[in-house]
């Protein structure tokens, strides 16, 4: 069974850190990018970073600012985000989800297609 | 970076209906467009890519259409299990930016 699950989030302190896991298992997941995305309570999902299968290419909201930094390792089939410098408006459930290509024609269409349950980060004094 | 914009946030139909939602992008994004559905407390679930193709195991009632800027997903015969939040995004360019969501709630 194709899976992620995810792990890590928790209760931190504003100007903290936290670094998400995400565990993935029944496909070859270095041949996927992956991403995360994230939905603050009672809000919309807004897309947070891609990673590329051999993380050549990184890519990151700007509304990060650069606090947060995305990576894999492929042999333990897992997808990482340090999460550093953590405000209010970070709280969130944060999900991984996996990249895949479809060849239409000329052109490679990007979307999301296997999802984890997501873990909750609460950053609060 | 690429707005997209969906129309109505909110929505009230019966089951049985034929529901269209409308997602607009602030440039051409040709036919990079996904939709998704998401149910209270789940993740995301992929239902329509590449503006119009359907995600395998997704019902026929499910229908995606439009290129460059206006796009639409329509649900043909709404079932109970449909009353969720839909969210298109673009994947244009590689920030994967997502609509607001539109709430599809029963009437």
């Known amino acids: 069974e194709v899976q992620l699950v995810e792990s890590g989030g928790g209760l931190v302190k504003p100007g903290g850190s936290l670094r998400l896991s995400c565990a993935a298992s029944?496909?070859?997941?270095?041949?996927?990018?992956m991403n995360w995305v994230r939905q603050a309570p009672g809000k919309g999902l807004e897309w947070v970073s891609s990673i590329t299968t051999s993380s050549a290419y990184i890519y990151y909201a700007d509304s990060l600012k650069g606090r947060f930094t995305i990576s894999r390792d492929n042999p333990k089939n897992s997808l990482y985000l340090q999460m550093n410098s953590l405000r209010a408006e970070d709280t969130a459930v944060y999900y991984c989800?996996?990249?895949?290509?479809?060849?239409?024609?000329?052109?490679?269409?990007?979307?999301?297609?296997?999802w984890g349950e997501g873990t909750t980060v609460t950053v609060s004094s | 970076d690429i707005q997209m914009t969906q129309s109505p946030s909110s929505l009230s139909a019966s089951v049985g209906d034929r529901v269209t939602i409308t997602c607009r992008a602030s440039q051409s994004i040709r036919r990079y467009l996904n939709w998704y559905q998401q149910k209270p407390g789940k993740a995301p679930k992929l239902l329509i890519y590449?503006?119009?193709s359907l995600q395998s195991g997704v019902p026929s009632r499910f229908s995606g259409s439009g290129s460059g800027t206006d796009f639409t997903l329509t649900i043909s015969s709404l079932q109970p299990e449909d009353f969720a939040i839909y969210y298109c995004q673009q994947s244009y360019n590689t920030l994967y930016s997502f609509g607001q969501g539109t709430k599809l709630e029963i009437k």
């Open positions: 029944g496909f070859t997941f270095s041949s996927y990018n």
């Open positions: 590449a503006a119009s």
């Open positions: 989800a996996r990249g895949q290509y479809q060849l239409q024609g000329l052109n490679y269409y990007y979307y999301m297609d296997v």
